[in-house]
């Protein structure tokens, strides 16, 4: 499988703030995606990322609240802007790799905003 | 109704005992069906994949996939106290669409 590193694993932010995760991953990939994973839920798929073009957003998420860069096809950015105690969640980065593209999560960002 | 229905648990068996999870589906599209392990504090982990219905199995882990009944099952034998975690299923109509339907997750816990 792929191996994913996301940064931080965990933050505390204040709210009105913004926080910028990081995903690496050990080998080019054409899609990232970035899930939404509230207290005592499943997870919410926020966005795909493709290099070299503008991130897919799903219903419910904007560009200006969760702005995504992926610069090259390694590595992505999630940016959590202005936030609210409503965003407190985990953040997660996954790829797609191997045999049928099955879906490889990086160990996720616990957020808090106070 | 959620597209994909998952008990929550916590569901508590003794170390050794069989730990039986589903799910169930309302959308007949769903061809590609997985189990996720989420353990606290971390991200999820893959742990079957399946497309046809019938049983596959993996070591301990045996999946099970009823699509006339839109049914899945994920079954661990001789479970162990490092079972316990949320477990998460998965589906898709695709081999590799663009996301996936997950669950709520079960939080399972193994009792030494």
Redesign the interface.
């Known amino acids: 499988s792929a191996v994913i590193s996301q940064k931080p694993s965990r933050d505390i932010c204040q709210r009105g703030t913004s926080l910028t995760i990081q995903c690496q991953v050990d080998s080019q990939v054409t899609m990232m995606f970035w899930y939404r994973q509230q207290p005592g839920q499943s997870l919410t798929l926020i966005a795909t990322a493709n290099q070299g073009s503008e991130a897919t957003y799903e219903s419910g998420f904007v560009i200006d609240k969760f702005p995504i860069s992926r610069p090259n096809l390694t590595f992505s950015t999630l940016t959590v802007s202005n936030m609210s105690p409503e965003d407190s969640s985990i953040y997660l980065c996954s790829v797609r790799w191997g045999t049928n593209e099955k879906l490889f999560f990086g160990s996720g960002t616990q957020l808090s905003v106070l | 109704q959620k597209e994909v229905e ?1 008990d ?1 648990g916590p569901l508590s068996v003794p170390e050794g005992a069989i730990v039986s999870l589903n799910c169930t589906y309302s959308n007949s599209a769903f061809q ?1 069906f ?1 189990w ?1 392990r989420q353990y606290s ?6 742990l079957m ?1 399946t497309y046809s219905s019938g049983n596959k199995e993996d070591g301990r882990f045996t999946a099970q996939v009823d699509k006339s009944s839109k049914y899945i099952s994920l079954f661990i034998r001789d479970s162990q106290p490092s079972d316990s975690a949320t477990y ?1 299923c ?1 589906m898709n109509p695709k ?2 669409g ?3 339907t ?4 079960t939080r399972v816990l193994v009792k030494p």
Do not use: D, I, T, V
Not at chain 2, 41 to 46: D, F, I, V, W, Y
Not at chain 2, 102 to 105: A, I, S, V
């Open positions: 998952q929550p590609y997985m996720y504090r971390k991200g999820p982990e893959l994949y998460l998965a081999a590799a663009n996301k996936l997950f669950g709520g997750g």
